[in-house]
């Protein structure tokens, strides 16, 4: 019974194998349209980021936010007394926008476009 078992599964995996390598033989456009659709589906634009970002300045959790959206994309331009101590000034070059950052309490603080070393201290308090 075990082995009745086992070759039933090796043949369902043959069989999706040789099935999937005949469609691509067939019909190779069906593969780039699967990748191309899979790219129109990879989330917000740049702009709807920014806007959630700015949205959500100041509540807790925005700084994961941040560092999902633009991991490896924000050089560090200025550091200034604000928040809770310290808030660093992020500037993301790709998009010409500067993110204040406070690490204490990982929330983003204030949003502006251009490069900004120092914001107004009323906006990063």
């Excluded at 970002?53 to 999902?68: A, S, V, Y």
């Amino acid at each position: 019974m075990k082995i009745a078992s086992l070759l039933t599964g090796v043949a369902m995996v043959g069989l999706v194998t040789i099935g999937d390598a005949s469609l691509k033989a067939f019909n190779p456009s069906l593969v780039g349209k699967a990748i191309a659709a899979e790219a129109k589906q990879s989330g917000p634009s740049v702009q709807e980021k920014i806007d959630l970002i700015t949205k959500n300045k100041g509540q807790i959790g925005g700084g994961d936010q941040l560092r999902r959206f633009f991991y490896g994309d924000l050089e560090p331009i200025g550091i200034q007394v604000g928040g809770a101590g310290h808030v660093v000034n992020l500037y993301n070059k790709a998009n010409d926008v500067t993110f204040a950052y406070c690490s204490h309490f990982d929330v983003v603080v204030a949003v502006k476009k251009g490069k900004i070393a120092q914001f107004p201290a009323a906006e990063v308090k």
